[in-house]
């Protein structure tokens, strides 16, 4: 079993849909939260940086982490042609930062 | 834009070869990291410098190697190459913070070994 788990997708979406992708993991020592988005032949973009458990929104990303069941989220509202892309969950144990990736989930949201 | 940027885009070698990468930080950026991304996967640490000197390493063998410049370049060197070498290899700069780090990853160097 991998540290984290993500589907690879590909998730398809229409155009103004509610998306929801997710993450579990193993390691109950991951404190940091991280969601990253990239695009083809381009490298990852932090997107949302969560500690600990709670929700998290900027625009219309909200990210949440449920430690009790090692499970985070990321939603995206209103999606739009421009989010497509691939969404890596990552996460870390803080002080000397080495995230953990997830293999990232394929997103389309088509007109 | 980042601020990071990375040489060469895309490269071709043969297997037994070497290869050195090399990236640019942001600058004032002291700690800069190294993953490899192998298709359909995601980014893999290799190894971390802050101010020159390595910080920490993933569970990749010797041959690979890095060093960091006092001009926030750094470079990323693979020796005798072997075909799952062939992969995406991301920088990534960034300040360190108490508890987590923001990183800023380049755009890549696109690695087919043969």
């Known amino acids: 079993q991998k540290e984290v788990e993500q589907d690879p997708g590909p998730l398809s979406v229409p155009e103004g849909a509610i998306v929801s992708l997710n993450c579990t993991y193993s390691?109950?020592?991951?404190?940091?939260f991280m969601w990253y988005r990239q695009y083809s032949r381009k490298g990852p973009e932090l997107l949302m940086y969560t500690y600990s458990s709670g929700n998290k929104e900027d625009g219309r990303f909200t990210a949440q982490v449920d430690k009790s069941s090692k499970y985070i989220s990321l939603f995206i509202r209103d999606s739009q042609p421009s989010d497509s892309a691939t969404y890596l969950c990552?996460?870390?144990?803080?002080?000397?930062?080495?995230?953990?990736f997830g293999r990232g989930t394929s997103l389309i949201v088509h007109p | 834009e980042t601020g990071v940027t990375q040489s060469p885009t895309h490269l071709i070698k043969t297997r037994g070869q070497q290869v050195t990468l090399r990236c640019s930080s942001q600058s004032g950026h002291n700690t800069v990291s190294w993953y490899q991304q192998a298709l359909g996967q995601g980014p893999q640490f290799i190894f971390q410098y802050y101010r020159e000197e390595e910080n920490g390493r993933g569970n990749f063998p010797p041959r690979f190697s890095g060093l960091q410049f006092p001009n926030y370049s750094s470079e990323l060197n693979v020796n005798a190459l072997e075909l799952d070498d062939s992969a995406l290899y991301l920088c990534?700069?960034?300040?360190?913070?108490?508890?987590?780090?923001?990183?800023?990853f380049g755009p890549g160097t696109r690695l087919l070994v043969l």
């Open positions: 390691n109950s020592a991951f404190q940091y």
């Open positions: 990552a996460m870390s144990q803080g002080g000397s930062y080495i995230p953990t």
């Open positions: 990534a700069s960034s300040l360190p913070t108490r508890g987590g780090e923001t990183q800023y």
